[in-house]
Nanobody
Framework: QVQLVESGGGLVQTGGSLRLSCAAS????????MGWYRQAPGKQRELVAT???????DYADSVKGRFTISRDNARNTVSLQMNSLKPEDTAVYYC???????????????WGQGTLVTVSS
């Protein structure tokens, strides 16, 4: 069974920084895209940033220039460095990955349990 475990959420003041980390574990053959999504209270889950296996990245317009996604393919981890945080960044952040489990030829979409980021004004 493949799992994603996030860490690094918490409370920070406006303008502060946080770093989220996510580690994939289990019997994994390969991982294609990895990324971060977030869901604020009363809103739909939205894409924050993604990165593919070849290192290309994509960001939501609202976080461009403030957030940076990075990935360690050898360790099956993905991180999100969040700078210049704003109250509107407050949300539960979820790690997501497209994983090919060992002995499988099909991508499996896996989600982490979520980590809360709260930005106070």
């Amino acid at each position: 069974q493949v799992q994603l475990v996030e860490s690094g959420g918490g409370l920070v003041q406006t303008g502060g920084s946080l770093r989220l980390s996510c580690a994939a574990s289990g019997r994994i053959f390969s991982i294609n895209a990895m990324g971060w999504y977030r869901q604020a209270p009363g809103k739909q889950r939205e894409l924050v940033a993604t990165t593919t296996g070849d290192g290309s990245t994509d960001y939501a317009d609202s976080v461009k220039g403030r957030f940076t996604i990075s990935r360690d393919n050898a360790r099956n981890t993905v991180s999100l460095q969040m700078n210049s945080l704003k109250p509107e960044d407050t949300a539960v952040y979820y790690c997501n990955a497209a994983v090919v489990p060992a002995l499988s030829f099909t991508y499996l979409e896996v989600w982490g349990q979520g980590t809360l980021v709260t930005v106070s004004s």
